[in-house]
Nanobody
Framework: QVQLVESGGGLVQPGGSLTLACKAS????????MGWFRQAPGSEREYVAQ???????FYNDFAKGRFTISRDDARNTLYLQMTNLKPEDTAMYFC?????WGQGTQVTVSS
């Protein structure tokens, strides 16, 4: 059974940092293009960052310089390091691989 399980979300103050993880099971992440997306209430899901099988990375403009996507295929895990978080980063963050999605982890940035 294919599963993607996100973790690491939470409440953080503006300027703070969080690292999200996405553990995959039921398939190997090796060779798989993977990514992070987010969705805020009342908004459409948007692309945050993606990483190729060879670890080439791609970022939405709002994530450049603040977020870092990485992968550890030995652990079947995808990561998203987020720094200098802003209130507008508040959203549910989802992991994506192939046609599969995780259930999401909530990130709330508030003082």
């Amino acid at each position: 059974q294919v599963q993607l399980v996100e973790s690491g979300g939470g409440l953080v103050q503006p300027g703070g940092s969080l690292t999200l993880a996405c553990k995959a099971s039921g398939f190997s992440t090796e060779g798989v293009f993977m990514g992070w997306f987010r969705q805020a209430p009342g908004s459409e899901r948007e692309y945050v960052a993606q990483i190729s099988a060879r670890s080439y990375t791609f970022y939405n403009d709002f994530a450049k310089g603040r977020f870092t996507i990485s992968r550890d295929d030995a652990r079947n895990t995808l990561y998203l390091q987020m720094t200098n978080l802003k209130p507008e980063d508040t959203a549910m963050y989802f992991c994506n691989a192939r046609d599969d999605w995780g259930q999401g982890t909530q990130v709330t940035v508030s003082s």
